[in-house]
């Protein structure tokens, strides 16, 4: 078993198996497509934002599943913690497709 942190609330989630790595592999997509985002403010182009994008989806269909096993077995506030985690990444996700869709905009003008 692996002591991971789970995302920047700084609550540690013990996974084990392969589910430490998909776990991994998703929090460094994520961190990745948010490195993107903030180099797309300066370079305005839109496919940097693409990353983060799917990365979000990918996280808010994780985040849901625990959400859902958790309360499943009993865990009745981690599963609310994370259905309120998933609605705070909903609210990011349509902040960043707007400024995607206005650098889209933004690109075909030019």
Known sequence: MVLVPFSCFGIFVVYS???TYVFLVLQI???LGCI???VSIWLQKSLLVICFLIADIMCIIWYLVNSII???NGEI???VLMIFIIFLLIYFWIC???WFIELRQQEEEN
């Open 17 to 19: 198996g392969w589910l």
């Open 29 to 31: 997509f994520e961190f």
């Open 36 to 38: 993107l985002l903030i």
């Open 70 to 72: 958790d309360m499943v």
């Open 77 to 79: 506030l981690e599963g």
């Open 96 to 98: 960043v497709l707007s």
